[in-house]
């Protein structure tokens, strides 16, 4: 059983330029987080979709967006990208209904 | 303002002994706990989890006790292994915002041969 996967697992892209990150939930899971988490700090909570609609947002600008799908996989895009948007954005899924959020493998940023 | 901290940033333990790493809350609303352990490249991996209506919580060589009154959560890993050498966080998922977990800064666990 496939666990979360991310991709790519490294990006590297230029500043103003427009980032897609990809995320395919676990099995049975139908619920996707995004977070990011800078060098030696904790994740911080971007948004959560649940039925292809974005369901909480953290505090975050409208640069960052997201959709989901309706295999319920997930995208995180960054438009106009800033050197301070360099970081590992993790994806977590979770179960219906369920609390508990397993986490992918993460996609490393990084904006020159 | 309100978060989730850790007391220790690192923790250096020998080999064979056991591993306590804390973890304070500040909100009282806070219902459900998870600890996470992240090696070097990786996503957090699940540990444990404990609901506000537990005080203790055990799983295989790993327990997490959960104070209240004083809003403390700490992880407790017996016989630690070298693999056990990563950085654990706390996270927390409070009533009034249902869906987001609120990571600490996290503890490096360093286990010496």
């Known amino acids: 059983d496939a666990g979360v996967t991310q991709s790519p697992t490294h990006l590297i892209k230029t500043r103003g330029q427009q980032v897609t990150l990809r995320c395919s939930p676990k099995?049975?899971?139908?619920?996707v987080s995004w977070y990011q988490q800078a060098l030696g700090q904790g994740p911080q909570f971007i948004f959560q979709?649940?039925?292809?609609?974005?369901?909480q947002r953290g505090n975050f600008p409208d640069r960052f967006s997201g959709h989901q799908f309706p295999n319920y996989s997930s995208e995180l895009n960054v438009n106009a990208s800033l050197l301070g948007d360099s970081a590992l954005y993790l994806c977590?899924?979770?179960?219906?209904?369920?609390?508990?959020?397993?986490f992918g493998p993460g996609t490393r940023l990084l904006v020159l | 303002g309100e978060s989730v901290g850790l007391h220790l940033p690192t923790l250096s333990v020998q080999e064979g002994d056991n591993s306590i790493i804390n973890c304070a809350y500040s909100?009282?609303?806070?219902?459900?706990f998870i600890w996470y352990k992240q090696e070097s490249g990786k996503g957090p991996q699940f540990i444990i989890d404990?609901?506000?209506?537990?005080d203790k919580r055990q799983g295989q060589r790993v327990t997490v006790l959960l104070n209240k009154t004083v809003k403390h959560l700490s992880l407790q890993i017996a016989a630690t292994q070298p693999g056990d050498s990563a950085v654990y966080f706390c996270?927390?998922?409070?009533?009034?915002?249902?869906?987001?977990?609120?990571f600490g800064s996290g503890t490096r666990l360093l286990v010496r041969p």
């Open positions: 977590a899924s979770s179960q219906p209904d369920g609390e508990t959020q397993y």
């Open positions: 099995s049975g899971h139908d619920t």
């Open positions: 979709y649940y039925e292809e609609e974005e369901r």
């Open positions: 909100n009282s609303a806070s219902d459900y």
């Open positions: 404990i609901r506000s209506n537990m």
């Open positions: 996270a927390e998922k409070r009533m009034d915002s249902s869906y987001k977990l609120i």
